[in-house]
């Protein structure tokens, strides 16, 4: 098929989960621009998900791997590699979850234990994966590694709670690593900060369906749904971005430039009348 802008490309999507999320999107338009991937969850994720369905549908082998561990990252790059039959051309970090938001706990009153685990799944783990990829030269020359972010890495939400200061940790690990990685094979290291989505992490922070509707009418051009952060993931995975690095990339409609939206104004006369 011609146009494929990811024809002969090999690359690991991680943190699929069901078809809500952004992760499975961005699999499903990497495989019909000509790619081929592996998947990859976490053990327990993949026994309450619904990867071994989009493996099926993809033809995709989904290899388990706790991204905390080095051991589970080297086996799944390593398997990866024998499965496409080479080195990767794309990475996907996709992950993250808060106890303290789960269980509720204000932002004021957190269990440190709970951050710090937070911290080591949903940031430190963008780090593992990438000390692995680089240390056992499993990237390609100008191959591309990706992570998801959101803007509360740089503004105040009060109901992200710590996962606020995991997104900003996760940004910065791809500016410093994508140095190492530029230098060392020109593989280029990006975040992507995306409009509040409907994913099913994105529904158990508290007040999101509030705020998804307050996104929307702040950004111009809308909330950027999960199909369209897909399409631009794919453009940073191809060779069409090859001098993209070390980038936080917003993906939001216009929300991350914009004070006010007369569009808000207007409802708040509406609601005074």
Known sequence: MQGQILAGKRGVISGALDPDSIAWKIAEQCVAQGAKITLTNAPVALRFGQLKELGEQLNAEVIPADATSLEDMENLFTKSQEVLGGKLDFVLHSIGMSLNVRKGKEYTNLKHDWMQKTFDISAISFHKMMQVLYN?????????ILGLTYIAAQRTFPDYS??????ALLESFA???GYHFGVKNHVRVNTISQSPTMTTAG???KGFTEFFG?????????NAPADACAQYAVSLFSDLTRYVTMQNLYHDGGFSNMGMSPALLEDNDASDS
């Open 136 to 144: 056992g030269d499993y990237m390609s020359d100008w191959g591309s």
């Open 175 to 177: 500016r410093s690593f």
């Open 203 to 205: 529904k158990g922070v």
């Open 214 to 222: 307050y996104a929307d009418k702040m950004s111009p051009l809308g």
């Open 162 to 167: 710590e996962m606020a200061e995991s997104k």
